[in-house]
């Protein structure tokens, strides 16, 4: 069963960032007298409530399912704060030395060279994020989490793609927005024979969803979806299990289309990256699994919309597909030399040598959290081992 | 207090209320599913939990009659006059047959009781989660 599937990879991931807890805790050289034992303790209590899960996993009863989704969260936060709090303490100034060889690989690995940027693990406590533009040095913002486990370098991608768009933004931000008007226009002539009052009021509901995407600033949301698609484009599957993990653990209101966030809604990103995927990913047991994994996930949340700009209007299916399309014309004509990961998963993925690229051992670690815990450890151990520490 | 330090400590205080919830439901689930031994639960476990459910039952029934000062337990009011079609009424009546079925062990009699408990964790667990991604997730 998927749920189970998921909750049982879950389980795995979350093991692996406490034995990383416990590894960096023996490394640590300053520490006060409580906080060790505090950590300990902590780690004591993580161990435990996997085990719990794994538990509930083995009764195979689909009663238990919420209760697994309810327990994972709290320890998801749990673990973070935690890793956190070791990483203050590890920081010695070589972190960003150290990150910064996976960032410069994956860029190359994606066709570029970016010769010069920082790595900031101080301020990158709210996720993953990058701050780039035209003749200025990329920033990155990661955090201590990025060096307890490799999984979560898979976001990395998207960012990457904020610094692809930063190289040509103009012409490939008027390309979307073109796309958008292009929709918007063919929705409005397509208003059926009705009275004045219901044309006016649609109209005015599709000038809002339009300006939604184009008006000023708004045109940000245009460059997270091509990210997305960037970030599909050139590390394939494993972003939409990244994705479908950020969804069941924290998005509530996937359909929600919120004013104040510079992101598209949540249904809205996956769908586009659904899009692109290859038909053979889609239809493997990998691809089934996450598109099973998806639907239930969307059946189960919240039904939230907002009054003033509904889902269906702002993200239209077919809007949608054709900014997913357009964005993938975009990258192969401003970087033809970059191709699609559009290979699943590994079949044997213990076996991806380090030389490889980026988005094959990632891939790679997406398949073993579903098939085989042990050599999912085993694997992040020495891909952290490997790219970090040589 | 800044709005990090703010949240953070929302997160910390409804995490926890969570996590007690979630597993007193689980034992209780489990002993109307006949699988405490299989979880490795006791009977000992199974009293603290129906005892601790029905503590929070009474404080959310109060809640739900007039204000709470617990700011969690004020959310997830909120959220249930927010988020769900069911009348309030309707609420305070399910939860009062909730509290007597827990006290008197007789759950097993009406397992579909237990849907109660499960709305209000499923309420609270959004609420948890969006405060967590606004703390954490914030770039994404």
């Known amino acids: ?390 | 207090m800044s709005m990090i330090s703010g949240l953070s400590s929302h997160v910390g205080q409804e995490g926890e209320l969570l996590h007690q919830l979630n597993d007193s439901v689980l034992c209780v689930q489990a002993a109307v599913l006949g699988d405490l031994e299989l979880l490795g639960l006791s009977e000992k476990a199974l009293d603290k939990a129906s005892s601790e459910l029905v503590t929070f039952l009474q404080k959310l029934l109060l809640a739900l009659e007039k204000a709470s000062d617990d700011p969690t337990i004020s959310m997830l009011v909120e959220n249930i006059r927010k988020e769900s079609d069911k009348p309030i009424d309707e609420w305070k009546t399910d939860i009062r047959t909730l509290i007597v079925s827990l006290k008197n062990k007789k759950l097993k009699e009406d397992p579909n009781l237990l849907q109660v408990i499960e709305d209000i964790l499923s309420l609270l667990s959004a609420d948890y989660s969006a405060a967590v991604k606004a703390l954490y997730y914030r770039y994404r």
């Open chain 1, 1 to 390: 069963m998927a749920n189970f599937a998921f909750y049982k990879a879950k389980a795995s991931e979350l093991r692996q960032r406490v034995l990383w807890i416990k590894d960096s805790l023996d490394r640590v050289e300053r520490i006060h007298d409580e906080i060790k034992p505090w950590i300990q303790e902590r780690c004591d209590y993580f161990e435990e409530q996997i085990e719990k899960m794994e538990r509930l996993i083995s009764s195979g009863n689909p009663a238990y399912l919420p209760r697994l989704r309810i327990k994972h969260v709290p320890l998801e936060e749990q673990l973070l704060f935690v890793s956190n709090f070791i990483g203050v303490m590890l920081r010695e100034g070589s972190f960003e030395e150290k990150f910064s060889k996976v960032v410069k690989r994956i860029c190359h690995e994606c066709g570029f060279s970016v010769r010069d940027f920082l790595i900031d693990f101080t301020t990158g406590l709210n996720g993953p994020a990058v701050r780039a533009g035209q003749g200025r040095n990329p920033i990155f913002y990661v955090r201590d989490e990025t060096l307890a486990s490799a999984f979560s370098w898979i976001p990395l991608f998207h960012e990457i793609g904020h610094i692809v768009v930063a190289q040509n933004r103009g012409p490939i931000i008027q390309s979307l927005v073109q796309i958008v008007r292009e929709h918007y226009r063919r929705e409005r002539e397509a208003i059926g024979p009705v009275d004045e009052n219901t044309r006016r009021r649609q109209e005015v509901a599709l000038n809002i969803a339009e300006r939604y995407w184009t008006e000023g600033v708004n045109d940000i949301r245009l460059e997270e979806l091509f990210c997305d698609c960037f970030a599909i484009y050139s590390s394939g599957v494993a972003y939409l299990f990244f994705w479908l993990d950020f969804g069941i653990g924290f998005e509530k209101y996937p359909k929600f289309v919120n004013e104040c966030d510079t992101h598209p809604p949540f249904k809205a990103r996956f769908e586009a990256c659904w899009r692109l995927l290859p038909e053979s990913i889609k239809t493997s047991g990998f691809g089934a699994t996450i598109n099973t994994l998806w639907e239930d996930y969307v059946a189960a949340s919240f039904s939230n919309t907002n009054p003033h700009l509904e889902y269906g209007t702002v993200c239209h299916q077919q809007l949608i597909e054709n900014l997913a399309e357009k964005s993938i014309n975009l990258i192969q004509q401003f970087w033809p030399s970059l191709g699609q990961w559009n290979e699943s998963p590994p079949s044997k993925p213990e076996n991806v040598g380090m030389e490889k690229p980026i988005a094959e051992i990632l891939n790679g670690l997406v398949a073993l959290l579903f098939s085989d815990r042990d050599s999912y450890r085993e694997m992040d151990r020495r891909v952290l081992q490997s790219l970090l520490e040589e």
